[in-house]
């Protein structure tokens, strides 16, 4: 029989993913605390940089302003291009996962709820029409950066700040105010009811990420003989995806989660190793253990 992994021997920085994404967020946002101000520079996850705390700025924002002035100068965003393209070359869309503090307030969300749901596979690709409709279509024809005006995110640190710690702001308030809020309470009410809806469906930066995360330096690979089918990487899984089959998937947030496997069956590694996901018949391997190789499937695993 197989045996179980103990948590001493797994990677150690497992332990320490909601830490990070909460040490992130305060990085992220912390003008207010030591007078940090950077945002001519990005960082590799959503953050609005009309935060009052803001210290660095948000690439699709960035990258928005950069193709809306294309329409008078017209000038590669390679600053900008080359920020993403190498974190998803280097970790795939990891960032969404360990780093994105509207990731962490969708996870949080969801600990309301004990059996959240999974939004349908289809959806997951809405957010490749909002990454290329409202992230580069639509601002070049209008000058305008749609998304970051729609931006559940944007309205969070900055639609909901700005007029609390700056009154004379409050009657400029208008309907593209309570419109951005009202997205924001939707896709805030979906995270308590859904698995991260916001990252499955409409995040076009996880979107843009995704498209690297069969091809990224780091990634997981899945060992079919290790594994017991006891699906305690599935319940595990904050995208209700299957690892054991979509190990990578474009919908996969790179938390790594999977990776706690009890039983070692899927871990971290490098493209250099040579790691590649491998196709697996879950019924034909159970149906082979049933057949008496002596292991025996295990039952699931709380």
């Known amino acids: 029989m197989l045996r179980r992994v103990e948590a001493k021997h797994r990677p150690w920085y497992l332990r320490f993913r909601h830490l990070?994404?909460?040490?992130?967020?305060l990085v992220i946002n912390s003008s207010f605390l030591v007078g940090l101000s950077a945002r001519g520079v990005c960082v590799p996850v959503l953050n609005c940089w009309a935060c009052p705390g803001a210290a660095f700025a948000c690439p699709l924002g960035a990258l928005q302003d950069a193709i809306a002035d294309a329409r008078i100068v017209f000038a590669l965003p390679l600053y900008i291009?080359?920020?993403?393209?190498?974190?998803?070359?280097?970790?795939?869309?990891?960032m969404c996962g360990w780093l994105c503090p509207f990731g962490?307030?969708?996870?949080?969300?969801?600990?309301?709820?004990?059996h959240p749901r999974t939004l349908p596979r289809?959806?997951?690709y809405l957010k490749y029409a909002?990454?290329?409709g409202l992230v580069l279509i639509v601002p070049y024809?209008?000058?305008?950066?749609?998304?970051?005006?729609?931006?559940?995110q944007g309205a969070l640190e900055g639609g909901i700040f700005q007029p609390l710690l700056h009154p004379e702001l409050r009657p400029?308030?208008?309907?593209?105010?309570?419109t951005k809020i009202a997205i924001l309470v939707g896709v805030m009410l979906?995270?308590?009811?859904y698995r991260r809806p916001f990252c499955h469906s409409i995040c076009p930066l996880g979107a843009f990420f995704s498209l690297f995360n069969r091809f990224s330096l780091i990634r997981l690979r899945f060992d079919p003989e290790k594994c017991t089918d006891c699906g305690w990487c599935v319940q595990h899984c904050p995208q209700g995806l299957d690892p054991r089959r979509e190990v990578d998937n474009y919908l996969c947030v790179g938390c790594l989660e999977c990776a706690k496997c009890p039983f070692g069956a899927i871990h971290v590694t490098t493209v250099l190793s040579g790691a590649r996901a491998p196709m697996v018949n879950l019924r034909s391997r159970r149906d082979r253990r049933k057949g008496g190789d002596g292991g025996g499937a295990q039952g699931p695993v709380p």
């Open 190 to 193: 979906a995270a308590v009811f």
């Open 141 to 152: 024809m209008t000058g305008i950066p749609w998304f970051c005006r729609l931006c559940p």
């Open 20 to 25: 990070i994404q909460l040490l992130s967020a």
């Open 104 to 114: 962490l307030v969708q996870e949080l969300l969801g600990k309301l709820n004990r």
């Open 122 to 124: 289809w959806m997951g």
């Open 130 to 132: 909002v990454l290329v």
């Open 81 to 94: 291009l080359g920020l993403m393209l190498t974190f998803s070359a280097l970790f795939g869309r990891m």
């Open 172 to 178: 400029l308030i208008g309907s593209w105010w309570y």
